[in-house]
């Protein structure tokens, strides 16, 4: 105990150094961030991470927070005010879009995350494009080319780069190429291969994530820009940390059909506002066969929850949907940091 | 040729489970009982020989390579069912019987041939979705729980000489799909025969014959469909056509149900050359107002799709503009019909603009409620109107 007191003492003694003092000069408070950069399974030295308030207009150039480079072990910190960040990371020829942006740091409790690095290098399209104006893609993870992943296109960050996006092409062919037609402007790209073959809805392990790390990209009219984007497949911890994955404030319950036996494959559904049309703020992980869900969340306030077992869009006939109906508007509360247990949602067959 | 030889001998060893992955040239043969989810990969083929009883224990089939059945029954209890992912027109699955499956046979994609097939005691029998453009012929949906035939997410699937069946609520459920063909066709004893849903929905349905249903044609939401010399007969409620669905109904014989064509909220359909004799109400309008619909109907629509809709919309989704109506004159067009000899004599004595005994329209009730507010109920237009049946043969 004493051991790993002194083990875990040492190693927030030798962030705060790396980070605090090598970038002002003068004592600050310890990291609230902290974690380690991976590339390939391993530690990866000298890479810094970037954050990006998530009320930023835009990201690009210099971040207003950046951290010291990781030491060899991989180990970095950062000290970031309350709020939800963008997290990236950039080394030599190697680059981290952290797939759970925005993330949600506390002041008072340490966050210590895990940054997957992807290899920059890759080859741009060749050939003749199909299209006046827009973007041709590369997709690749490991060095190989994707297949069967989409390129989304964002305007903004108003999505904070979540959902269908301005548009959404897919799926990459056997070499990973993917083509999107679009119009002269900015935008921010980004590419996923879900296993479950949807263009929506959150992303589990085994999936692949990637963003452009030359975002925003400006498409001129006319003009077709080549880039290579890799992306990085999920890890599996995304699957068994639901309760703390996007915030410290949790819902759990069962979701059941009207006989009250638990459904399976279905995901609870997280909204602000009780018409529950916009992008959900968050969806669980599909249910196992005791339909238990848990959502985490960063802030408390009042939400509106539904469930159903396919995500994007309305639900079709024949799909499962339903409301949380403890109280008349479908309506719960909860405190920040809190945790509401025992919510059920009933789901039924839409026709 | 030997790598072959060994493996259709393999599959005809009685066997109690399979690998998970069938790559090569697979044939199965024989009665089998399938404990784990069986995977036919992309390149690789699967033959099911005729006479084959394949049992599933709640598991499934998915097949990316290609898939060829003959005449073999594919049961089990709650079993997943078969999937095909884009398989090309060299899968097909002809004659014998898919049951007892959540669904019995999922196509995503592709091309394949489902030919004299009976899906009987699925939750659905046969789903077509992600544009598959498949065929199905001469196939028995009978007694399945919710559908027996669903199209879906932009099917253009061609559907010849089917025969639905007493199933648990709709024969066919075309959603958001536009079948490149849809002829002769059979439907009976089904709660609804033929629904058509959404915005997106526009076939063209052609010589069907649907007897004795609840309802045999439900148009909603939207749906633009076409029907022509189609058979509708004997059923409760002949067409329903609903919530801003404009259909074009021609040259069809609906005749002898206890309403024939009933129209609702905001539906303007245009019924002409049709043979609507011997129904007890021909047409039957229910809240459905020229006036509700410029001053309500965007507004309960947007209302509607905040109670029911949940989720962000497809990017693709109806706009309202799409959805409100072009014409707006306070009646429903229903000229150039044949309404039957009793009807002749009335429409004789009556004119063009008499209350007539088997139109229940505004004539009949000139007002409905509605919220806070009483509003006219439309009028069917129905002069000039034919004089003698209508000779199919020349039609």
Redesign the interface.
């Known amino acids: 105990m004493t051991k790993a007191f002194c083990q875990a003492g040492l190693l927030l003694l030798a962030i705060f150094l790396l980070t605090g003092c090598a970038a002002s000069g003068r004592p600050q408070q310890p990291p609230n961030l902290l974690g380690q950069s991976m590339l390939d399974g391993k530690p990866h030295a000298g890479v810094t991470i970037s954050a990006w308030p998530v009320e930023a207009s835009r990201l690009g150039n210099m971040a207003p927070f950046r951290s010291a480079p990781s030491d060899d072990k991989g180990r970095f910190g950062l000290v970031l005010p309350e709020g939800r960040y963008y997290l990236f990371a950039d080394g030599d020829g190697v680059f981290a879009y952290y797939g759970r942006n925005p993330v949600a740091v506390s002041v008072s409790e340490n966050r210590d995350i895990s940054i997957g690095l992807v290899r920059t290098a890759g080859e741009r399209p060749e050939g003749e494009p199909f299209l006046n104006s827009g973007v041709m893609a590369n997709l690749s993870a490991d060095g190989t080319p994707l297949a069967g992943a989409t390129l989304y296109a964002y305007l903004d960050l108003t999505s904070e780069l979540k959902?269908?996006g301005y548009v959404?092409v897919g799926p990459s062919d056997d070499g990973g190429l993917v083509e999107a037609e679009l119009p002269a402007g900015t935008y921010y790209l980004l590419a996923r291969k879900r296993l479950s073959?949807q263009g929506?809805g959150p992303l589990r392990s085994g999936d692949f994530v990637g963003y452009y790390p030359g975002n925003p990209v400006r498409i001129e009219s006319g003009k077709v820009s080549r880039i290579h984007l890799p992306l990085l497949e999920v890890p599996e911890k995304v699957d068994s940390l639901q309760a703390s994955l996007f915030g410290g404030t949790t819902l759990q319950g069962v979701i059941v059909n009207a006989a009250g036996i638990p459904v399976s494959g279905a995901r609870a559904?997280l909204?602000r506002d009780a018409?529950?049309?916009?992008?959900?703020l968050a969806v669980s992980q599909p249910t196992a066969v005791d339909g238990e869900f848990i959502i985490s969340i960063p802030d408390g306030g009042t939400y509106f929850l539904?469930g159903?077992n396919t995500?994007?869009?309305?639900?079709?006939?024949?799909e499962l949907?339903g409301?949380y109906d403890g109280t008349p508007d479908h309506s719960l509360k909860v405190e920040r940091g809190g945790s509401l247990k025992g919510l059920e949602i009933i789901v039924e067959?839409?026709? | 040729m030997v790598k072959f030889l060994v493996t259709i001998l393999i599959c005809m060893i009685p066997a109690s489970a399979f690998s998970l992955s069938l790559t090569g040239e697979t044939v199965w043969q024989g009665e089998k009982t399938i404990r784990e989810q069986v995977r036919v990969e992309a390149g690789a083929t699967l033959r099911i020989q005729p006479d084959s009883r394949i049992v599933f224990d709640g598991v499934g089939l998915e097949v990316a390579g290609r898939l060829v059945v003959r005449d073999a029954v594919l049961t089990g209890d709650q079993w997943t069912g078969i999937t095909l992912k884009g398989v090309g027109i060299d899968t097909m699955v002809v004659g014998g019987e898919i049951s007892g499956a959540r669904t019995g046979l999922t196509v995503g994609g592709g091309s394949p041939r489902i030919e004299g097939v009976t899906f009987r005691n699925n939750r659905i029998g046969l789903e077509l979705r992600q544009k598959s453009d498949a065929t199905v012929s001469g196939s028995l949906f009978r007694d399945n729980l919710r559908v027996g035939l669903f199209l879906k997410d932009g099917s253009t699937a061609g559907v010849v000489d089917n025969r639905f069946e007493r199933n648990g609520k709709f024969g066919v459920y075309i959603y958001r799909s536009t079948p490149r063909r849809f002829v002769g066709n059979i439907f009976n004893d089904n709660p609804t025969g033929l629904m058509i849903s959404h915005f997106g929905s526009d076939p063209e349905l052609v010589e069907n014959c649907l007897t004795g249903n609840e309802v045999a044609v439900l148009v909603d939401k939207a749906a633009r469909p076409t029907l022509r010399r189609n058979d509708i007969r004997d059923n409760k409620v002949g067409l329903k056509i609903h919530r801003r669905s404009d259909a074009v109904v021609e040259q069809n014989r609906v005749s002898s149900n206890d309403i024939g064509v009933s129209i609702a909220f905001s539906s303007y359909p245009v019924l002409h050359g049709n043979d609507l004799s011997g129904n007890k109400a021909a047409v039957y309008l229910e809240h459905q107002s020229r006036q509700w619909e410029e001053q309500l109907g965007s507004a309960t629509r947007e209302l509607e799709a905040g109670k029911s809709v949940f989720g962000s919309q497809p990017r693709q989704s109806v706009s309202e503009s799409e959805r409100k109506p072009h014409q707006l004159d306070g009646s429903i067009d229903a000229t150039d019909n044949w309404w039957g000899e009793t009807a002749l004599d009335e429409l004789t004595r009556k004119g063009a603009d008499g209350n007539l005994s088997f139109i229940d329209d505004g004539r009949d009730r000139p007002v409905f409620e509605d919220g806070d507010g009483s509003w006219p109920l439309d009028k069917v237009r129905y002069a000039p109107w034919r004089t003698s049946p209508i000779d199919w043969l020349k039609e």
């Open positions: 959902g269908m959404m073959g929506v559904v909204y018409q529950m049309l916009n992008r959900p539904a159903r995500i994007g869009g309305a639900p079709g006939p024949g949907f409301t067959e839409m026709w």
